[in-house]
């Protein structure tokens, strides 16, 4: 009697369930209000801080807790006693001036580890009007943006010179092109950054963050909002730049090496291509002259130059393949670097939560 072989069961395939929100903020685990703060980095700002921190509101719709952080960048005046003397909930001083983009980078690192959801910049000199807070954070809210920047339609600030509107105006299209995203006021700096925008973004430079983050929020494929605010009358000289001239040059380098580190391949590509067709160029004239004249002895130096840009050319293009390469692995980097951030943030809050 033949015995009838069993069929083999076929293994079901094992699927790993994955908790969504084990990626979420973990900050959400622990509490369901909203905290908003309000970071100010300053320097030398004892007579306009005052204005500036009673113009916060301190409660705002939607937000369950609103707290002032006041980053001191190394003054020479009583910019942090006046702070305490105001009841600031946080004071961060440093003992040297290291710079705004140093202030700001240590704002955001100090309002995520006190367990901000949305982190809202202003500046110390009470420029921008704090009852807007309510509207830029607005969006946050919504889940409809990560960052939302205020515009100041400086077109109709009456104590912007007409040059410098225009100023204005070129590299907000220069910086909206570079970003591939509009923005009519780049320069702004009221702006309101959710967590995960914050954990993200990264600064730099020791200048100015507002190009630099509009770039990467652009590139970075970040949702961006862009909110009317209204401004207050000017209290003082800007002390980022002493004139115009310094802040396009600076700004103008921190957002081509922004914009490098995401288009390397682009940029070097180009310029390849065009110095690749210069000499192609030049070399297709001394071929001229060689077969169809008898002067083709006398352009010697062209078929040098043409070699030598041919070269170049190739060379960039070359360079560019090994900068994307760089980019890719930077990119990686980036992600470990907030995937730890968030994880170090996590441990912290837990340390912190009574058992």
Known sequence: MKRERKKPQLRQPRFLAIDQNQFAD???????????IVQIPCLNEEETLPATVADIPREVPGIDEVEVLVIDDGSDDRTSEVARELGVDHIVTFPKNRGLGHAFKTGFDTCLKLGADIIVNTDGDNQYCGADIAALVQPILEKRAHIVIGDRQT?????????????????????????????PDVASG???????AALHLSMFTDFDHTAEHVIQAGQGRLAIEIVPIRTNP???ESRLFANPGEFVFKSGMISLRTYARYKALRIF????????AVGTLIGLRFLYFFFFTDEGERHIQSLILAAILLLAGFQMFLTGIVADLIATNRALLEDVSTRVRSMELEDGHRNKTPQ
């Open 26 to 36: 973990p900050h959400k685990k622990h509490k369901n209000h909203m905290k908003l």
């Open 155 to 183: 077109g109709g600030i009456g104590h912007f010179s007409f040059f410098k509107r225009w100023l204005q105006g070129v590299g907000s299209r220069v910086i909206s092109r570079l970003a591939d995203v509009e923005v």
């Open 190 to 196: 009221f702006r309101a950054f959710s967590r995960d």
């Open 234 to 236: 000017k209290t003082r």
């Open 269 to 276: 590509s180009a310029f390849g291509a065009a110095v690749f």
